[in-house]
């Protein structure tokens, strides 16, 4: 009774049970012969022989078999060798549908029906006992019988009568297919109402076993589901191969859910591995299109996991973990030599995992990008490609990775590809610590001798693309792009975007470059007026009389040693170098006083702003143009607001 309350469907095989039945039919034959002979001791008719043969042979054998029949029976009851019982009696199920009898037999519909329900019933049966059992060691039994039960199925199928294949009543009524009503007509076409059965209990089991927290029981049905997979691809059953990728779509999509729900991120990498497991039988079986289709599906998924970081960052983790499977895929593709063409494509979707055409990278918060483990996975992908040559692949890959100098900024764009560098450098075959999967370092590679040579790549394409967007935003020369690098290498975080967008920075690095001759010195007048930091920008606060634009209008006050007033007169800026201010005197009558100041406060309003700017400096003579000299100041201040 307790037996049979723990594994479901119990009673049915000990009615079934020869032994047993022959006990118990044994038992009621000897309890009604003694019932006999009392009866006839009551009436007086008294038969010695009987009793004797009762008492004396027939409940000593009782009395012999007993025990033996009680541990027969907890054998029998043993949760292992009931699976192993339904296991075996549905296999001869299953072998006899191949039989002669069997197919003459097949254009029977009740008999047809009557071996539908049977092998139905026999995975309900172990479904019921997966549900209610305990040990996972026995549920593990059962995960693995119920693979092994559906491979030898497909195995035998093609030598099964066309006939069975039509779904019965009974199977139409069966409690996995309630809700499939509509395709009870594409299963007959592809004969896979039985295989329909056994996915959809894998799949609730699928479930179960992660709500429950045995990730090993879980991930160990992925596993069987690989298996039944390559059974399907060795017997080139291209629906059940379908069938197959849509069970791993879906167990995606509900290990998806659960990681959302319980941020846990484990089901998912662990499926992953299987996933790929899968796509690898489909490889070395050279199925091209579904391995393109499948490509597509993990990038897919990888995408809606990197959508869901804000949510739940711990399972960013899952789409390393999937872009790993893909380069495994890709390396062993390429030493396959598959065509070019569709290693191109494959190769395109593992570097759309986290950043798809139609995916804006601005939602992802910039920790990812930072900490990118993807990156480094396609990093590891370009040095195989680069250590087998591959040209092309490794250009691909490395414009890709460039796409997030937009996002990172340049000095952040270097410092991730060091730490990136140094992983690749550093990491080892294996990890420090252990996981479902063992201590497996996924970012490991073998080519570390390639890191330096696509390292000095990336930097090259980087300054190539940085150089030409400059470039083309500003309207810059050769020489003025060359001399803005120059500076922008000056800076502490080493970056052109700290050159070009902070005139401080600007005008900080512009007194530490050497050899500025005629053409460098034109270059650098050139690039302040591009770069609008001169007084022209309303927005920029000048603090440095190099600021000062050509054409602005000077009231300059000096004096001359030896007296006490100040000459006062107005002037216009005709040039404004690193090195002087020219300016050209516009009351003629005081132009020749000019050479003689001893000092100069200057005083000047620019043309589009509302301020009005002072500063003293000492004056450095007539050039040999006419035009005065004044020598550079950063202590301008503000003296007054309009």
């Excluded at 000990?14 to 019932?35: E, K, N, P, Q, T």
């Excluded at 071996?115 to 209610?132: A, K, R, V």
């Excluded at 197959?244 to 167990?251: K, L, S």
Aim: charge should be negative; glycine fraction near 4%; charged fraction near 25%.
């Amino acid at each position: 009774s307790i037996a049979s309350q723990s594994i479901p469907k119990l009673i049915d095989f000990y009615m079934r049970d020869i032994r047993s039945l022959l006990y118990i039919w044994f038992l009621i034959i000897s309890g009604g012969h003694a019932l006999i002979i009392k009866i006839y001791g009551e009436i007086g008719l008294v038969r010695e022989p009987s009793r004797i043969f009762n008492t004396h042979f027939l409940l000593s054998i009782c009395a012999i078999i007993a025990f033996p029949y009680v541990f027969y029976i907890l054998r029998f009851t043993k949760p292992t060798n009931i699976i192993n019982h339904i296991y075996n009696n549905n296999m001869d199920q299953i072998k006899a549908l191949t039989s002669s009898r069997s197919h003459a037999l097949a254009h029977i519909p009740k008999v047809v029906e009557q071996q539908q329900y049977s092998m139905f019933e026999s995975l309900n049966q172990l479904d019921d006992i997966l549900e209610f059992i305990d040990f996972k060691e026995v549920k593990a039994d059962i995960i693995s019988d119920m693979s092994r039960t559906i491979q030898n199925y497909i195995r035998l199928k093609p030598y099964i009568h066309t006939d069975f294949f039509k779904v019965s009543p009974r199977v139409r009524t069966d409690m996995s297919f309630k809700t499939l009503f509509d395709q009870f007509g594409e299963m007959e076409r592809n004969q896979s109402f039985y295989e329909q059965k056994c996915f959809r209990l894998l799949n609730n089991n699928y479930i179960k076993l992660m709500e429950k927290g045995e990730f090993d029981l879980s991930s160990m049905l992925a596993g069987e589901v690989a298996k039944i997979g390559l059974t399907a691809i060795e017997s080139e059953d291209e629906d059940l191969i379908e069938l197959v990728i849509i069970r791993f779509n879906t167990f995606f999509r509900m290990a998806f859910k659960h990681a959302v729900g319980t941020n846990e991120p484990r089901n998912i990498y662990n499926l992953s591995f299987f996933y790929g497991q899968f796509i690898k039988y489909l490889v070395e079986h050279k199925k091209v299109d579904h391995v393109k289709r499948c490509f597509g599906y993990l990038r897919f998924y990888g995408v809606e996991i990197a959508k869901a970081f804000p949510r739940v960052p711990s399972v960013y983790f899952d789409v390393a973990a999937i872009a790993f499977e893909m380069k495994k895929l890709l390396e062993q593709i390429h030493h396959d030599r598959w065509d070019m063409e569709i290693q191109t494509a494959l190769v395109n979707e593992i570097l759309q995992v986290d950043n798809p055409p139609d995916f804006n990278k601005d939602d992802l918060d910039q920790g990812i990008q930072i900490n990118n483990t993807v990156r480094n996975i396609q990093f590891g992908l370009a040095l195989f490609y680069q250590s087998e040559g591959v040209e092309e692949f490794v250009e691909q890959i490395a414009k890709d990775i460039l796409d997030d100098l937009d996002y990172l900024g340049e000095s952040t764009f270097y410092r991730v590809l060091g730490m990136t560098e140094g992983l690749m450098r550093f990491a080892g075959p294996t990890f420090w610590e252990d996981t479902d999967r063992g201590n497996v370092n996924i970012f490991f590679t073998p080519n570390k001798d390639q890191i330096d040579g696509f390292k000095q790549r990336l930097h090259d394409l980087a300054e190539a693309q940085l150089k030409k967007e400059t470039t083309d935003k500003y309207l810059l020369t050769n020489t003025e792009m060359d001399l803005l690098w120059e500076m922008s290498r000056l800076t502490k975080e080493k970056e052109v975007e700290q050159i070009i967008t902070k005139a401080e920075n600007f005008e900080l690095i512009l007194t530490e470059l050497d050899n500025i001759d005629g053409t460098r010195l034109e270059a650098l007048v050139s690039l302040r007026e591009k770069l609008n930091f001169n007084s022209e920008n309303p927005k920029l606060i000048v603090t440095n009389s190099r600021q000062v634009a050509v054409g602005t209008e000077l009231q300059i006050a000096g004096k001359i040693s030896g007296r006490k007033e100040q000459l006062e007169f107005k002037a216009v800026v005709q040039s404004n170098t690193p090195n002087f201010l020219f300016v050209k005197v516009i009351d003629s009558g005081e132009s020749a006083a000019v050479d003689k100041f001893s000092s100069l406060t200057v005083r000047f309003r620019p043309m589009r702003q509302k301020m009005i700017y002072q500063y003293q400096v000492a004056p450095q003579g007539i050039g040999a143009n006419g035009l005065l000299r004044i020598a550079h100041s950063g202590l301008i201040k503000i003296v007054e607001e309009i």
